[in-house]
């Protein structure tokens, strides 16, 4: 069993910054590919980001791609999402997900993922 925990969220204007965090429970972290998605009122789940097990492969949606970096530390067992120059469409509620994907490679697919957070707010204003 995996447990996640998002934190970093909270209201920043456009253009702004936020970094979010996902600290992860257990001793198989790095088993794991990683991946972000969001979900705003009214709309269906996306993905946003995927990141593989060495924290070498990235995958990213093609909305944020440029703005928004992820990454991992291994020893750590955390996972973040740096995210710059933030729009008011990025506003959503931010969940990591984990999941043990053939050769751990990152993946877009929700349903690869097995294990999810709760979430953390993200708030973007114009």
């Known amino acids: 069993q995996v447990q996640l925990v998002e934190s970093g969220g909270g209201l920043v204007q456009a253009g702004g910054s936020l970094r979010l965090s996902c600290a992860t429970s257990g001793r198989t972290f790095s088993l794991y590919a990683m991946g972000w998605f969001r979900q705003a009122p009214g709309r269906e789940r996306e993905f946003v980001a995927s990141?593989?097990?060495?924290?070498?492969?990235?995958l990213y949606a093609d909305s944020v791609k440029g703005r928004f970096t992820i990454s991992r530390n291994n020893a750590k067992n955390t996972m973040y999402l740096q995210m710059n120059g933030l729009k008011p469409e990025d506003t959503a509620a931010y969940y990591c997900?984990?999941?043990?994907?053939?050769?751990?490679?990152?993946?877009?697919?929700?349903?690869?993922?097995?294990?999810w957070g709760q979430g953390t707010q993200v708030t973007v204003s114009s």
């Open positions: 997900a984990a999941g043990r994907i053939q050769f751990g490679t990152p993946s877009g697919r929700d349903d690869d993922y097995a294990y």
């Open positions: 990141v593989g097990w060495n924290g070498v492969a990235t």
